[in-house]
């Protein structure tokens, strides 16, 4: 490694942006990271050390789940104190998920982890790998008085850096695929790289970093419809498995007032089982007890997820179970803050 040169290590875990297209069935599947190097001679010429690491075997990142944020983070923190930033190259589908997740892994984060990706392969012409890859580096590269600007989870996509808890994939085919829509930018790449430094998230760099590595996955995603059916919903919320549900209601916070809904619910709380009330809307917030239909909802405990994103929900969700937070805090642990998730 150079010296006084930023030292970035990026962690391959699959997705598009290393796959190539399977000639007999037309499939995109993944190959071997060196490859990817391979096809991207520009690296060279960045102002910093890169290094690279891949998983064994590259998934696509509809196949991620918690162990594999295991997986992730445990060769960042190994290598926590050898690197200034990480760059994690993972598949668009799940990508705000695991942001989400590495996010409330990483506590006391004083460096940046950036997630990227891409919608087209990287050996494809038109592809958007490079200026993703490109930039993502860049931005875990910058430094401000001999520290990293960036010390939080990030994403990078198409043009911005976001808070990697604050994002959803918004979009199947556009490059434009992330949109962080109850938060600012973090980043703009133009001519120049517009950093909003106002919006970073400050870590308390007093205090040592923790890395947290256990996720409760027993848990239940509903979203509500016109018509949901109390023989569908009983038997789910009744099983002994169900250790938390978020629920994505309507508007702001609301649900059916139907009687059997409601008592279904209060029933499942007083299990001690977190029920999380997100939206169902791409931006804006739960606001319990503005509505009639949500008035109910307050008074029989129902945890307002606030803002925060589906993704960042079950995250901390799945995050705070397996922590073991103890059900008489977990409400307002649940509705504060922990890594810049929610307003
Ligand atoms: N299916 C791919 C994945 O998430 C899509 C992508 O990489 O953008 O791994």
């Known amino acids: 490694m150079t010296v006084n040169q930023p030292n970035i290590l990026l962690v391959y875990t699959g997705g598009t942006i290393g796959m190539i297209k399977d000639p007999e ?49 445990e060769i960042i923190e190994e290598e926590y104190h050898n690197f200034d930033g990480f760059v994690v190259l993972h598949g668009s ?47 875990a590269t910058l430094q401000r008085a001999g520290k990293p600007v960036i010390r939080e989870v990030g994403l990078y ?32 790449s133009g001519v120049h790289l517009n950093v909003e430094y106002d919006d970073l998230f400050k870590p308390n760099t007093r205090k040592k970093l923790v890395v947290h590595k256990q996720f409760e996955t027993n848990i239940l995603l509903v979203k509500l419809f016109p018509g949901i059916s109390e023989t569908i919903l009983k038997p789910l919320f009744n099983s002994a498995a169900v250790k938390g549900i978020v629920l994505e209601t309507y508007g702001a916070g609301n649900t059916t007032t139907e009687a059997w809904f409601i008592d279904l619910l209060k029933q499942t709380i007083k299990r001690d089982i977190p029920i999380i009330n997100v939206t169902q809307c791409s931006g804006g917030s739960v606001l319990m007890g503005q509505y009639e239909t949500s008035t109910q909802l307050k008074s029989i405990g129902v945890i307002s997820g606030k803002d925060i994103t589906t993704e960042a929900a079950l995250a901390k969700l799945m995050f705070m179970l397996g922590e073991n937070v103890s059900i008489k805090t977990f409400k307002t642990i649940f509705e504060t803050s922990l890594r810049g998730e929610m307003s």
């Open 93 to 139: 589908d799940t990508m705000s998920y695991s942001a989400s997740a590495l996010s409330f892994m990483f506590e006391n984060l004083a460096k940046p982890i950036i997630f990227t990706g891409s919608q087209l392969p990287i050996g494809d012409l038109r592809t958007d790998a490079k200026e993703n890859l490109i930039t993502s580096i860049q931005m």
């Open 157 to 188: 996509f198409e043009y911005k850096l976001y808070r990697g808890n604050r994002t959803t994939k918004i979009n199947a085919e556009h490059f434009e695929a992330f949109e962080s829509l109850n938060y600012p930018h973090l980043a703009e």
């Open 25 to 73: 069935t037309g499939a995109l599947k993944s190959f071997d990271f060196k490859n990817l190097l391979e096809r991207i001679p520009e690296l060279k010429l960045l102002d910093c050390n890169i290094e690279t690491i891949s998983f064994d075997d590259p998934i696509d990142s509809s196949n991620m789940n918690p162990k594999y944020w295991v997986q992730i983070a």
